[in-house]
């Protein structure tokens, strides 16, 4: 089946720190990427949608200059929280899709867990 | 606009017995789709079940089945022969946008089988 993979699964980083997250498609091409962040005992808000090869959508709300995503090919997304304070301590995850259509389900990465000192 | 309601915050299930996770929907649009995802305390979303809007008959998927009544906009899950593997949050979502669709979330229900 599809899989994504994400790394790291954990950072603890001082404030101030820029992080980069990764999220990989490791046995498709997905030219879509979602990244989304989830607040303990909360849902999961969609922050963005990571275009291959183009600038990726940012939900209303999201400050794409604090998190900037990259999305340089069709098995690669990263995801940078810039100059992070301790309000971007969350639950990061991806997610990805191997076939267009829409009964095709988005696959998730593990997650990571931002923890902003 | 889509909204995704799930109304409840925490179940509990005896092992072995059923039981089913509500989840309600709100759209205008005529093509959708809704899908189940179980999240375990590690954290990792995990795919379990699909419905089309346009489907004629319910989706079941091993011990999971999907209760879609369109009329109503519900789409509950029912999980059969409940295992203490399934204690996890489950999170009912709706496709939007079409083929290239992006997911909205419930707000989730924690479900936890007793022994």
């Known amino acids: 089946g599809a899989v994504v993979s994400q790394h790291p699964s954990r950072v603890i980083c001082k404030s101030g720190t820029s992080v980069k997250i990764e999220c990989r498609s490791l046995d498709f091409q997905a030219t879509t990427m979602f990244w989304y962040r989830q607040f303990p005992k909360q849902s999961l808000m969609l922050m963005a949608t990571s275009n291959e090869g183009s600038k990726a959508t940012y939900e209303q709300g999201v400050e794409k200059d604090k998190f900037l995503i990259n999305h340089a090919s069709l098995t690669l997304s990263t995801l940078t929280v810039t100059s992070a304070h301790p309000e971007d301590s969350s639950f990061y995850i991806c997610s990805a899709r191997d076939l267009q259509g829409l009964n095709q389900p988005q696959h998730f990465g593990d997650g990571t867990r931002l923890s902003i000192l | ?115």
């Open chain 2, 1 to 115: 606009a889509q909204k995704i309601t799930q109304t409840q915050p925490g179940m509990f299930v005896q092992e072995k017995e059923a039981v089913t996770l509500d989840c309600t929907y709100d759209t205008s649009d005529p093509s959708y789709g809704l899908f189940w995802y179980k999240q375990p305390s590690s954290g990792e979303m995990i795919f379990l079940i699909y419905q089309g809007s346009y489907d004629q008959q319910n989706a079941t998927e091993g011990r999971y089945s999907l209760n879609f009544q369109k009329a109503r906009k519900s789409a509950n899950l029912v999980i059969s022969a409940s295992q203490l593997g399934d204690s996890a949050m489950y999170f009912c979502a709706m496709a939007r946008g079409g083929s290239n669709y992006k997911l909205t979330f419930g707000k989730g229900t924690l479900l936890t089988v007793n022994p």
